[in-house]
């Protein structure tokens, strides 16, 4: 199995249970709907996240690599997500924004348990 795919995994599996805690949390708190929306995001950055990888391996598995298709695909999939994520926040005031915390605690597992990892590396080399 990719070094990769097993860190996402346990990026997932940490969202998840982010997730499951925050939705306990907020039901004693009596926010649950807060709580809901903030696992919305968490699950839109899983999503975002599985969406890339699989928009990256497309185009660096093509037989002409193409760093416009990447950028264009990563503008479209980021306005799709960020316009999703301010509509709901809009309408489902004052909850809804709760999705933006849940993107923004997602992408920082995602970062700590994939990007990390291979920067420490990087260093350790000489």
Same mark, same amino acid.
């Given at each position: =199995?990719?070094?990769?795919?097993? @860190? =996402?995994?346990?990026?997932?599996?940490? &969202?998840?249970?982010?997730? /499951?805690?925050?939705? =306990?949390? %907020? !039901?004693?708190?009596?926010?649950?709907?807060? !709580?809901?929306?903030?696992?919305?995001?968490? &699950?839109?950055?899983?999503?975002?996240?599985?969406?890339?990888? =699989?928009?990256?391996? @497309?185009?660096?598995? &093509?037989?002409?690599?193409?760093?416009?298709? #990447? /950028?264009?695909? %990563? &503008?479209?999939?980021?306005?799709?997500?960020?316009?999703? %994520?301010?509509?709901?926040?809009?309408?489902?005031?004052?909850? !809804?924004?709760?999705?933006?915390?849940? #993107? /923004?605690?997602?992408?920082?597992?995602?970062?700590?348990?994939?990007?990390?990892?291979?920067?420490?590396?990087? @260093?350790?080399?000489?």
């Amino acid at each position: =199995m990719d070094v990769n795919r097993l @860190r =996402m995994r346990r990026a997932t599996a940490i &969202a998840f249970a982010l997730g /499951a805690l925050v939705l =306990m949390a %907020s !039901g004693l708190l009596d926010r649950l709907l807060l !709580g809901v929306f903030i696992s919305a995001g968490l &699950a839109l950055g899983w999503i975002n996240a599985q969406i890339t990888w =699989m928009s990256i391996v @497309r185009i660096t598995d &093509a037989e002409t690599p193409s760093k416009q298709k #990447l /950028a264009l695909s %990563s &503008a479209a999939r980021l306005i799709i997500l960020t316009g999703l %994520s301010i509509v709901v926040a809009f309408f489902t005031r004052p909850y !809804g924004v709760g999705i933006f915390f849940g #993107l /923004a605690v997602f992408q920082l597992i995602l970062v700590l348990h994939t990007a990390l990892p291979e920067v420490k590396g990087l @260093r350790q080399q000489p």
